[in-house]
């Protein structure tokens, strides 16, 4: 079968182009502010093995899936799906998956603002004598109209973007940022490894204590693998259908799940070394990025300076990885309703900055609103369902199409064309099939368990 033609659609304008931008998408909160603490966490080294072994086993299988289905299609995840199944209803998983980029774009733009409103915050908090930095963010998140704010603006970022288009908005911002984001991670880890007192730190993220693994730490590994590769709902299926058949897969999805581990293990060395080697505890959640480091910088020569450049570093990582799950919403609306795309980037920000709100003010004017069941406040809850169900189902259903409707070996075939060096064989097929699905499945099940 030919690719389907689209007329006028984009594509990369070069090899550079597809994996910057992939990888701008998959680096993001989950390397830099979830990962470390999660290996901290769930024993160090013993986790961090695992976590590879799960990226090798799901991350790359799922990831090589999407983008041939995007590739092959040139469509959006709907008309991915619609492309490849005509007349079936498979179509709704491309539809989850755009709910579901929806719902992740609605909070983590409100985490991305209290990232941006710190690049400014920060100053006062590593210059003020006697500061208490749990104060200073928790003043800032129950302020009404200040973490909205930053919000509302870090949308209007993310929105002209991708109103710009593919090459000249996301190819272009990637282009710019991601090469900033590793020059400033690199001065970071530098800056923490050479503190006295740093070793201390280094032997707490990379001792491989695997006393401390249990059958949460597996969970904990996959749903990482999961949200840090940007799996799930269809960003790679939207930035793969900018390929052509022409352009290779096996081998840059390696390139984009390199980069992306590679950053998440620079976090580590950023932080833990910095936070032990101050005398401080490696806390949980959003704290430790917010509450613990701006404490560590402000005990740090030059610490103003380090903690502007880390929450930029933040801010970049956070706008990199909006502006795919923007992309994916935008795209349906360019595709399947022929809707301009400036058009859908100005409506698709406003509307997903209005869902956001109820998770913003969760912390304000919503306080103690919890989730019956859940018992988490609102932004929790967003991240919950999307997390812990709607992306394992898009990839579940996602691998069961392709390993049971397609077929694997259509895929693999697929996959291989424009292969230079490495490509992929009936091995891939056998993840798709089985491994991926048993996991995925398994993986969920104890998860719902858990929560009853
Ligand atoms: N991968 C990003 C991070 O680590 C978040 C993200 C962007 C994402 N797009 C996604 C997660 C799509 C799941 C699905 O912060």
Redesign the pocket.
Known sequence: MAHFDNNNRESWASRTGFILAAAG???????IWRFPYMTGEHGGAAFLIIYLIAIVLIGYPVMVNEIIIGRKTNRNPVGAFKALAPQTPWYIVGGLGVFT?FV?LSY?AVVAGWSLAYIFKVIASTTTPGINHADVFVGHITSVWEPIFWQALFMVLTAGVIAAGVVKGIQRCVTVLMPVLLVILVILILRAITLPGAGEGLAYYLRPDFSEVTGRTLLGAISQA????????G?LITYGSYLTAKDEVPGNAVSIVGLDTGIALMAGFAIFPAVFALGFEPGAGPGLVFITLPAVFAEMPLGVFFGILFFLLLSI?ALT?AI??LEVVAAWLIDEKGWARGKAAAMMGIIIFIVGLPATLGYSVLSGVTTPILDMDLLDTYDWFANSIF?PLGGLLAAIFTGYIWGARNAIDEANKGAVGFRIGAWWGFLIRYVVPVLIIVIMAVGLYDLF
Not at 25 to 30: M, N, W
Not at 226 to 233: A, H, N, P, V
């Open positions: 998408s998959a680096i993001g909160l989950g390397n980029g992740i983590y999961f949200f840090t590769l940007s799996l799930g709902m960003v990582a990885s795919s799950l992306l």
